[in-house]
């Protein structure tokens, strides 16, 4: 028998007694399908691109072809549909399988008949039978709906600063730049050791940071080389416009000071005219004395235990808070 969430036999069960809802028939989708996923979604996530453009790259996009796409259908009409990536996550000091969600999406004429959770549900039922341990979803809607499915909302920040030159003294620390291609291998073992005294964090095996990498390939690497050491304590991922620098990713050793690293960065960011910085950031105590910290009111970080034998803290509704934008799905 399968070992669904009690929340989510209750969604179930109430999806059950709308017997006025068309059937859904849910199913792995083809080629044909996706690109009609695409087209639905282009309503909601399409921004400036033409909806012919929209859907080519979606199609292609390294970060869309890494998921597993399903739909569900109506009279053979794609009117919902999701993406399922595969994660890896290392939990209670388990590496134990987990899936992220990505993509849900409903056709606005066909919202308000619990299609997406049916196909969620779904979803669910075929990564079972895989023995998947974890799900992982990042929130733009109100926590409530995932929560009726087993879902845990989870510690989610953003940050920000105006960085000034010459207002921090970093000595003879430095930010370096680095090709990650080159130094991937130094790259994987530091955020594996930065990651080590979590009790969840998600495991990047060798496929994922070259899934990282291609997906984006604008972005700039950076180390950081704390002052009198000439090995980098620390690394830096981060996208930079004219006006920002986002953080996508960044890490700091066990034992290194972390103030001492974001002060290098404002220091580094400052001499490069960058006028704001922000990310994905915690609100530990040397983020919170140089950045303001708000809790991000989209993309919240919720996670499901899927079997009994998925272990779970409630700590990891904090450590969580320390995944970083560059998995984001």
């Not at 059950?16 to 309503?43: G, K, T």
């Not at 921004?47 to 890494?66: C, D, G, L, P």
């Not at 009726?148 to 370096?176: K, N």
């Not at 972390?258 to 960058?274: D, M, N, P, T, Y």
């Amino acid at each position: 028998m399968l070992n669904i969430p009690p929340a989510c036999r209750i969604a179930i069960d109430n999806m059950s007694s709308q017997a006025d809802v068309p059937q859904l028939d849910c199913h792995l989708a083809d080629e044909a399908e996706r690109a009609a996923a695409c087209i639905n979604a282009h309503e909601s996530w399409g921004e400036r691109r033409h909806v012919e453009e929209y859907v080519k790259w979606r199609m292609q996009s390294v970060e869309h072809t890494r998921a597993s796409w399903y739909v569900g259908c109506v009279d053979d009409q794609v009117v919902t549909a999701m993406g399922t990536y595969p994660i890896m996550l290392r939990a209670g000091g388990h590496s134990c399988t987990g899936y992220g969600i990505g993509g849900v999406h409903t056709l606005p004429e066909f919202r308000r008949r619990g299609y997406a959770a049916k196909l969620m549900e779904w979803v669910l039922r075929q990564q079972l039978d895989a023995g998947t341990q974890f799900g992982l979803l990042y929130s733009d809607i109100k926590p409530e709906y995932y929560a009726e499915m087993g879902y845990r909302l989870c510690e989610s920040y953003y940050a920000w600063a105006s960085p000034r030159v010459g207002t921090e003294q970093v000595g003879d620390a430095r930010i370096e730049s680095f090709e990650p291609g080159e130094s991937v291998e130094a790259l994987a073992e530091m955020y594996a050791a930065v990651q080590s005294t979590r009790s969840i964090w998600i495991e990047r095996d060798d496929d994922y940071w070259v899934w990282v990498l291609q997906r984006y390939p604008e972005h700039e690497w950076c180390w950081w080389v704390p002052a009198d050491v000439d090995d980098p304590a620390g690394y830096l991922q981060v996208w930079t416009t004219e006006t920002e620098t986002r953080i996508f990713d960044w890490g700091v050793l066990p034992g290194a000071n972390e103030l001492s690293f974001w002060k290098s960065v404002f220091e580094w960011a400052a001499a490069r005219g960058i006028a704001r910085i922000e990310g994905w950031l915690p609100s530990s105590e040397a983020i919170s004395q140089c950045f303001e910290v708000t809790h991000r009111i989209k993309e919240l970080t919720m996670i499901s235990p899927l079997t009994p034998e998925a272990p779970w803290d409630n700590s990891y509704k904090h450590d969580t808070a320390w995944f970083t934008e560059c998995d984001h799905i």
